[in-house]
């Protein structure tokens, strides 16, 4: 056999490693090379995706406020044009209705694909799904309300006053 720096394993007799120590740190370097480029390429990933999920999400919020603005402006001109001049609370109603529609689905969905056994998990379930439904109330009302607010400053301060 070869020896020296040209032999592809050590030969047992003029080295100090045995035959089974040399595998087993060959295995376990191999091993812990596989590992790490692994959780390398892992690790790149998840944080490229990171940033690809905020982004997104970004996108959603800027056309939840976008939707939101326009169709409580469009229903304050419409009530403005019948000449009834209490759009304050209409506009909160009007883009804040969705939450709504939320907590509806909530328990839909509670009924048809959950299996939830128990009055306090049900109890848990639903109290979250309230204040959830609550906070995008809070969110698209004042987004509605403001952008209605804007709208009526500006239309009527464009009229001049002779």
Known sequence: MLTGAH????????????RHEYYSLRTTHNSQLTTRNSLLTTHH???????????F????????VA????????????QLCNEDYRWWWRSLLSS?????YIFLYSIW?????????????????FG????????FFLLTASV?????????????????VD
Do not use: Q
């Open 7 to 18: 032999s592809s394993r050590p030969d047992t007799h003029s080295s100090l490693v045995t």
């Open 45 to 55: 990933f998840n944080i490229r995706s990171v940033y690809y999920i905020f982004g």
């Open 57 to 64: 999400l970004f996108l959603v919020m800027a056309i939840l």
């Open 67 to 78: 939707t939101c603005a326009e169709t409580t402006i469009l229903m304050c001109y419409f």
């Open 96 to 100: 804040g209705s969705c939450a709504g």
């Open 109 to 125: 969905y509670f009924m048809t694909e959950l299996d939830i056994n128990g009055l306090v998990p049900a109890m848990l379930y």
């Open 128 to 135: 979250y799904m309230l204040i959830i439904s609550i906070s």
């Open 144 to 160: 509605g309300f403001f952008s209605c607010f804007w709208f009526v400053d500006k239309i009527y301060g464009s009229i001049k």
